[in-house]
């Protein structure tokens, strides 16, 4: 691939943003890059300052939702030095996702060379702060033009950067879904599918005005199988057992999940992958061999769930000082800010 070509802003707009005081997401760093699809084929990429930009009312991505995105994180070390955490893993599975939603796979290089150097441009806005870093979205929609209920013939790909603090502060209390489903068999739900989300947001917000902060997904067939955690995958320790669901096409398959079983069997831990019933679940809240429920995603990482709803019964997760949340956040954020050992080889070194 050729040298992308840069068109740098005129005003950096760091000096006006607040790094000590980061909400996730809201804030965009100095510039983005775009890659247009058209005719078949991809042309050049290229960065330029973080702008709006104009469609086609017609564009399909209006109408039929064909949109894909990733989400990851740059870190910086004592040093300065910025890295990502399994980057490959995000171009893998956008790629997955494209061809889900009937849209045209990137090519590896555009995603990496694109990345890296977007990074590079914008090493300055990933911040320093213990907690903070960031977050990296790329992401592809339909461009192209049309009522007509089909794939669109135009799509564009796009990175932007968001310095960001921590996804969640505080407890998190969560209810388990008996009605509502994010994912079907043979649906979208192993692809990172805009509208995976939109579709979470009703459900979540009749939990919320019950009190709880989060949704536990079960199945759409049985709902007495426990899925996913919000947009996280999830954990759950009994006695001294860590078990998270199998993948399948309802379940997205997170680098952040796969990270922690690989961490957790380094350590000795034991893991299962294997359905878990809401059952079992209440069963061990009820005799205390329930020990931790946790979700796992790259905006939070690990987030420790404190309670759970089901069937209108509260149940109460034991506070522990050394949990296996705590201790794998550790070795996850520690390989991810360059602080200990990278057994597995998943830091990449950007700047
Ligand atoms: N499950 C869903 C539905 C998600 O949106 C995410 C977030 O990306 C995850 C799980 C966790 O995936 P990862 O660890 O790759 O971020
Ligand atoms: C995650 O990174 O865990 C996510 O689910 C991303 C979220 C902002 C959609």
Redesign the pocket.
Known sequence: MNKIAVERTKRSRIDSVDFNNLAFGSVFADHMLVCDYKNGQWGAPKITPYQSMELDPSAKIFHYGQSIFE?MKAYKDDEGGVWLFRPE??QR?LNISAKRLAMPELPKEIFMEGLVTLLQIDRDWVPRKEGSSLYVRPFMFASGKGFHASPADEFRFMIALAPSGPYFSGKVSVLIEERYS?AANGGVGFA?AGG??AAQFYPTQLAVEKGYNQIIWTDDNTHEYIE?AG???IFIRINDTLITAPTNDR??D????KSILDIAADMGIETEVRKIAVAEVIEAAKDGSLKEMFG????AVVSPISSFGYKEVDYDLPELGKSYATILKKRITDIQYNRGEDKFGWRFRVV
């Not at 997170?254 to 999940?257: E, H, K, L, Q, V």
């Open positions: 989400g893993e995000n599975r994010r990172k995976n989300y996913e947009a996280m995958n379940i997205l997170g680098i952040t999940r796992a995603g790259t905006a």
